[in-house]
């Protein structure tokens, strides 16, 4: 596995004016992560429900970090082809365009 994608620069610079929110947030983060599901298992829940919000930058940080640990095209696609039958097919075409810019390293590394 390569080491997770350096987060945007936008994330950095509120992190670090927010110290507090940022603990917070990887408090969240951590605990949520405990339980019998593995890492990639995880990741491709996280980009499931990202998808569900539709919530385009999420959907691009899911795809990156996952891509890092090894997760393939082909698994992160079934993914978006599993959101059809809940969000639709208007807004799984949406997010099936953010994953791909993703994929494609088009996504500004937002």
């Known amino acids: 596995m390569s080491s997770m994608p350096t ?3 936008t994330y950095r610079a509120f992190v670090q004016r927010y110290p507090k ?6 408090a969240i983060a951590s605990a949520g992560a405990e339980g019998p599901l593995g890492q990639k ?6 980009l499931a429900v990202a998808c569900g ?8 940080a899911n795809v990156r ?9 082909e698994e992160i696609e079934q ?4 959101t059809a039958g809940t969000l639709g097919l208007p807004s799984t075409v ?8 993703a994929l494609d390293g088009h996504d500004g590394g937002r």
Do not use: D, Q
């Open 53 to 60: 919000a539709l919530r385009e930058g999420a959907v691009h």
């Open 21 to 26: 929110l940022a603990a917070g947030w990887e």
């Open 94 to 101: 949406a997010v099936f365009s953010w994953v791909e810019e």
């Open 7 to 9: 987060p945007p620069n």
């Open 41 to 46: 298992t995880v990741r491709l829940i996280k």
């Open 65 to 73: 970090k996952a891509l890092a640990m090894g997760i393939t095209r």
């Open 79 to 82: 993914v978006i082809a599993l």
